[in-house]
């Protein structure tokens, strides 16, 4: 008898093995796959398999689906890796397909921003993964240049063992839109935010992200510990990351404060550049908008709220009123 259960991020468990959702559009035609795909042909019915691995996805495959009630393929836990580097490949068209909706390449460059992420922070760091991210980063700034859409498209909030995936996914969009409206617009320069934001806690890894996870108070060692992620982060990518001095700066000094309440260098004033302040905003406003172990999310206002009455010597109150205006309000 075959077993099939849900669980809450849309995995589906059968016979005993897990089975992962992807987008039907994700799967581009002409193209061969190295993975199997499966899909439920109605929603009562259990999973069969659609696509064999090494056969090709042909328009023909893809049309026998017309007309039907699917709204994903499946594919198998151990053929996650298989499936990301395909997205990797495919991205750049799937965000130039004409026929594709921009909220549903938005959903698909999340879905590759996330999955590069995790690569990133649950191995250590290789040039491989970071390159990685960087195209990711660059396919970002391409398409948030291009299109005017709203930015929540690019925004999800995971909360428990993906928090810092998806982190480091929205601090880049944040970022990147903060960026922009401060005036930044030379790609060069929009890049590098970008690369240093979604790789700001890239440190993370290197010192244990259970801290970041973990319920209640850190210890003071803890604290240390946590404190000790930029400077890791900034070693790590100066040594293998091949990034520009902006990606770096925004690494090693996103905590910093413009009262010099921050760390590691308790840098204040002009000592922090632009590119920090906007990326500590970003960070800041994430962090707050999202449930965490030790506190449930703020809706927007009340975050941004809190910002302005509890931060105004910690960051730069003209970004802020900037990053006010994106959130699509006044204080
Ligand atoms: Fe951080």
Redesign the pocket.
Known sequence: MIVETFSEEGLVSHDGELYLPVRLEAIRVNTTLDFDLYFRPSPAQPLVLYCERSVPFTEETRDRLKNTPVECFYIHQDSKRQYNRYLDEHLEDILHDPGLDVRKKAEILYDSALATVELILLEPPSKESIERGKTVARHTVDFMNAQDFPLEHLLRHISCDYYLYSHSVNVMAYSIALARRAGHHDAASLREVANGALL??I??GMVGPELCRKEGALTPQEWNQIKT??SKGYQVLLEIGNLGEIALDIVMH??ERLDGSGYPDHLRGDALSHFVCIVAIA?IFDALTTDRPYQPRRKTFPALSLMQREMPRQIDMTLFRSFVEIMGGTL
């Open positions: 700001h806690d440190g993370m992620h930029p996103h905590h960070d």
